[in-house]
């Protein structure tokens, strides 16, 4: 009867176990379809440059890949610096790259205590929305006249290869110095 038990626990077990995996394989891949972006950038692909739009997907790709670190508002915290600043880098001499760069590669300064995390596995065309998101939120204004990013842009700089601390380098205004205030 002891054996009887264990072996009906032990089966019990197993199958348990089955289930559990095949129960976690069938939310994971839930999850992939509920974060696939394709049927969004579809409608969005190709489109020539002077129809590009960007609004919606950026604000999409921002809330799914930068809010948890800028803040909702772009208002940062904790080691995560705020984005109100970012038009002015933008409008910097060198700046339009550096914007680029930094979500190719990645930053990693002296000034915050977080590396930003590449961003490169994004594409051209949702890189360009969410810069431009950004750019037109959280206070920022690009000066008048000004274009905003479209992917040729991002396509166009892909093929550098840079470190974060090489990014770094590039931002306009200053790199050396400490932590902002
Ligand atoms: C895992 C956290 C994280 C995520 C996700 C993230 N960032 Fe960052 N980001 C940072 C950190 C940390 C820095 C500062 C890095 C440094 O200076 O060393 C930074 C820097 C920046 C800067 C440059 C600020 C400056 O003053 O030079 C911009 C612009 C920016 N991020 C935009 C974005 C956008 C847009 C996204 C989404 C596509 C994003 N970030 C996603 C953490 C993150």
Known sequence: MRHFVANVATYTIAVLLVLGSALFAWMRSAQLVLTNEHSALARYEPAPAHAFEWRELGEHSYARNCQNCHGREGQGWDEYPGLTDTARLFAAPGGREYLV?????????????????????????????????????FGNTPPAGTRLYVPEDIAALRGQKRSPWEVNALRPGGHAQGPEE
Do not use: C, K
């Open 101 to 137: 760069a930094l979500h190719l590669h990645g930053l990693t300064s002296p000034r915050w205590g977080a590396p930003m995390p590449p961003m490169g596995h994004l594409q051209d065309v949702e890189l360009a929305a969410v810069l431009n998101h950004v750019l037109t939120h």
